[in-house]
């Protein structure tokens, strides 16, 4: 089972989660890491799970296009967007105590009308 570490103002939680965990999920049916990791949408949007990637990093897949867009450069400063990830390794992260601000933001619903 993949040991999880998060760091969150000044405060370390740790737990283990079965293989193949989404975080996001798991913390949106109130189980660790709930309540002490942030997110918004769920869905690579909003970038308020943004995290970095302490250890373990080598066995999360590469970064999908929702977080090459919303996180950019933060990319090689070792930031993943948790809910995009589904974790099978040990991992530990560190939570920004403020929500990083997305570089791009999600790219709105086209009605079809002229713009
Ligand atoms: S929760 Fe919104 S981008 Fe991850």
Not at 7 to 28: C, P, S
Request: a positive charge.
């Amino acid at each position: 089972m993949p040991k999880i570490v998060l760091h969150r103002d000044g405060q370390t939680y740790e737990g283990e989660v079965n293989a193949n965990t989404n975080l996001v999920v798991m913390a949106g049916i109130k189980r660790f890491p709930y309540p002490n990791l942030r997110y918004g949408c769920g869905m690579g949007k909003c970038a308020k799970c943004a995290c970095r990637v302490l250890k373990g990093a080598e066995h999360l897949p590469p970064p999908n296009w929702k977080e090459q867009e919303r996180l950019g450069p933060r990319l090689e400063e070792g930031y993943r967007l948790i809910c995009q990830l589904w974790v099978n390794e040990d991992v530990e992260l560190f939570q920004d105590k403020d929500p990083i601000k997305p570089l791009l933001p999600a790219p709105a619903v086209r009605s079809g009308a002229a713009e």
